[in-house]
């Protein structure tokens, strides 16, 4: 029998109140059974609310160096059980090992980041038009921040939302992806036993339809951060808006890499593969179009496909293995879906495009990895986010035109050049519009401390990484008069 987790409400741990649970599976071995968890709804969300509303006024009134204190400590029994939580990662998501561990490195990153957060959180002063009066502008935080995230990076991801919103001292209510309810759970012990008081972190698991819509709807919460589909994502920000709550959102993304003529292309190679293929392609940030010059079309497309061929599938606790399971049996349909769709439109498929039954890969959702070439920038497969290991390979004229695919896109998230010319890789900066540029390296691969997000389809105008801070606070300007009378702005002139 497997074991059988909690929520995490008002410093209690407690079965969802319907009493119903569901299965968390290893996606490389279904019969891995993790752990059973509660099936929560909107009852057990009610009390995660309150609970979160009840702690708001102390917590918000806990010196910000404070709480940061309590996520240095987190952070330090993170680097104490990385290894740990890397292994239990890889079961229960399925992802590589050694990218396992970078996912827990990335928690680490971003909570130590964060918490030197709690020193600084900077205001601003500026001199006022009026004699004697004094102006600046603070942080506040926000109040009940609801916080919702995939299971692509199950530690990381609720790392950037956590760490944050509490250090800036809001209450939060946390509603992991029901793929990755274990990572969640640790992280939140973690937290728990670095010292946040009761009802500061509240812990509700379940599906979207039932627990994460009824955390959207519920008038006790302030802001909704959401990472996850963009259809998903707005929905939330429709139901946000019908109450005024604040939504910041990280979604798709259909992210490129340009091929120039110049480029060093075992660079090249190198970068798309890691990309493409890394966390078997199940990233937002994951290069799932190969943007390729002409002129070296031909010579770029024989040595990737010869990389891919080498990949090795299969359990990512093996250390020879090099791409993992999708995550659930719904993602492995949807991408074979994509290649009976790449089959209809004539697309070339130079390697993989099956679902991968092998040996010990029978017993969970493996894929091949997959190469599409000579898509057309319009067709579905280079336009929508198809979320596995199966990268477009799409040709190009001319830098111009490239950078024309490239900003063909509904997302805009992230985006790389290869190419040895300084002159155009600046053009390339300038006209490509996603929320991340990278030069001379691969699509993914972000660092916490700079901003994180992308335009169009992919956010709301927000930024998560650095600048953080501003999703999860609100400014307050500040007038202090001391002339000792009425002073008016705009009239005492
Ligand atoms: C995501 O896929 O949602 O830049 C996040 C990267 C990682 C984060 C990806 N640091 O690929």
């Known amino acids: 029998m497997p074991q059988v987790y909690k929520n995490y409400i008002n410093g209690q741990w407690v079965d969802a109140q319907s009493g119903q649970t569901f299965e968390d599976i290893n996606p490389a071995n279904t019969e891995e059974v993790l752990g059973l968890f509660p099936r929560s709804t909107e009852k057990d969300v009610a009390s995660a609310v309150e609970a979160a509303r009840a702690s708001f006024d102390s917590w ?38 050694k990218e396992a561990r970078g996912d827990v490195q990335e928690a680490i990153d971003m909570t130590y980041y964060i918490a030197g957060e709690g020193r600084r959180m900077f205001g ?43 250090v800036c001292g809001n209450t939060v209510v946390f509603k992991p992806a029901e793929d990755t309810p274990l990572m969640a759970t640790r992280f939140v012990e973690i937290l728990i036993e670095a010292g946040l008081p009761k009802g500061v972190l509240n812990l509700v698991h379940g599906f979207g339809e039932e627990a994460g819509a009824a955390l959207v709807t519920h008038p006790g919460v302030d802001l909704v951060s959401f990472t996850g589909s963009s259809e998903v994502g707005r929905e939330v920000a429709l139901k946000c808006a019908e109450s005024y709550k604040r939504v910041s959102l990280e979604m798709g993304g259909k992210n490129a890499i340009i091929v120039m003529d110049d480029a060093n292309l075992d660079l090249a190679v190198e970068g798309a593969i890691w990309g493409a293929f890394g966390t078997t392609g199940q990233r937002c940030t994951a290069a799932s179009r190969l943007i390729v010059h002409k002129k070296v079309l031909q010579e770029f497309t024989d040595r990737f496909v010869a990389q891919v061929k080498k990949l090795k599938l299969g359990n990512g606790l093996d250390p020879n293995t090099d791409v993992g399971p999708v995550i659930n049996e719904q993602q492995l349909k949807r991408i074979h879906r994509y290649t009976q769709i790449a089959r209809e439109e004539g697309i070339q498929i130079l390697t993989g495009g099956e679902i991968y039954k092998e040996g010990e890969c029978a017993k969970g959702y493996f894929y091949l990895p997959t190469v599409f070439a ?119 002139v």
């Open 374 to 492: 000579e898509v057309k920038p319009q067709s579905r497969i280079a336009q929508e986010e198809i979320f596995g290991p199966c990268p477009a390979i799409i040709p190009a004229e001319s830098l111009e035109e490239a950078i024309d695919i490239v900003n063909n896109s509904k997302y805009g998230l992230s985006s790389a050049i290869y190419t040895q010319d300084i002159n155009k890789a600046f053009v390339a900066i300038r006209d490509i519009y996603t929320g991340i540029t990278y030069v001379n390296s691969s699509t993914i691969g972000a660092e916490v401390h700079l901003p994180f997000g992308g335009t169009k389809q992919t956010g709301n105008g927000h930024r998560e990484g650095g600048h953080v801070l501003d999703v999860f606070t609100e400014w307050k300007t500040v007038y202090i008069d001391y002339s000792g009378k009425l002073q008016k702005a705009q009239i005492d």
């Open 60 to 97: 918000r009134k806990v010196p910000a160096p404070k709480r940061a204190e309590i996520m240095f400590r987190a952070a330090e029994k993170l680097v104490q059980r990385k290894e740990e939580l890397a292994q239990l990662m890889t079961r229960e998501m399925g992802k590589v090992l």
């Open 124 to 166: 601003e002063t500026t001199p006022s038009e009026l004699p004697n009066k004094f102006a600046m502008s603070i942080r506040m935080p926000v109040g009940v921040v609801a916080a919702i995230t995939p299971w692509n990076f199950p530690l990381a991801i609720p790392s950037w939302k956590l760490v944050p919103a509490l």
